[in-house]
């Protein structure tokens, strides 16, 4: 009795298994489409990735999965983005007028 299998049943099994996706893809397109898609993913606030996965979740009628900012905040990337630019001027400003109010105070 051999221990290995038939040559019918190896050829049988490795024609029955459908392999699942990875997830990967390589895709080539033109350069000045690939230009667009990556200006639009900027404007967006996202990776050209995510953008991508979006534009073609949203051509199956799929809706868009939310990235990690906008989930914990429910704010938009993009709107999040100029928040926080908002915030780091505004600390900036005000770090500024502490210590010109410090300045005052020790030399009046």
């Known amino acids: 009795m051999s221990a290995q299998p038939a040559a019918s049943d190896v050829e049988e099994a490795g024609r029955s298994k459908t392999p699942s996706p990875s997830g990967r893809l390589l895709l080539r397109m033109p ?13 967006e606030g996202t990776s050209l990735n995510g953008y991508i996965i979006s534009r073609l979740q949203a051509s199956l009628g799929r809706p868009a999965e939310r990235g990690p900012a906008s989930e914990a905040t429910g704010v938009p990337a993009p709107s999040l983005r100029r928040l926080l630019i908002a915030n780091v001027i505004i600390v900036g400003l005000a770090s500024v007028a502490a210590i010109l109010l410090l300045l005052v105070a020790w030399l009046g």
Do not use: C, N, S, V
């Open 31 to 43: 350069p000045d489409l690939h230009g667009e898609l990556a200006q639009a993913a900027e404007r």
